[in-house]
């Protein structure tokens, strides 16, 4: 694969860490007054973990561009991927039953809307991490296997 495109998607995974970045610096502080310290801190804790899946992305992306990408560390990548996806879907579906109280009291259906539409993202990057990771680990066992009949 030519460094170019990893280098677009590297820079994309980055683009898309920027704005969740700035929304936890600047804008989720100022809900303190509004939102229980549980429902913050499970906020925090999912972009942490958000932001460790961009790291790992990036990992797997540097992994492509040194011919590596049919080795264990990609393998380890994506199941980090996949442990961060299903642990951000579980912090939002822990979070959920707060929320409700809250956007009751404000008439604000969409403040519960928007962490499921959260969770089905995480569960679908989960599956979809899961997927690669067992094809890569089969094909890494298959070029091993050629690798030992040559």
């Known amino acids: 694969m030519k460094h170019g495109s990893t280098l677009f998607l590297k820079i994309f995974v980055i683009l898309i860490g920027i704005p969740v970045l700035a929304l936890c610096i600047f804008w989720l502080p100022g809900f303190v007054n509004y939102l229980h310290f549980l429902i913050l801190m499970g ?14 992305a990036l990992k797997l992306l540097s992994y492509i561009d040194k011919n590596k990408a049919f080795s264990e560390l990609s393998v380890k990548a994506l199941k980090n991927i996949k442990y961060c996806a299903v642990t951000i879907s579980i912090v939002y579906t822990v979070l959920i039953p707060f ?52």
């Open 43 to 56: 906020v925090y804790v999912a972009a942490i973990t958000y932001f460790f899946a961009l790291y790992q």
């Open 99 to 150: 929320l409700f109280p809250i956007a009751d009291a404000d008439d604000a259906p969409g403040l519960v809307g928007i962490p499921v539409i959260i969770i089905f993202a995480s569960i679908v990057i989960a599956v979809f991490a899961a997927v690669l990771q067992r094809l890569l680990k089969e094909a890494i066992d298959i070029k091993s296997e050629n690798d030992l009949t040559v």
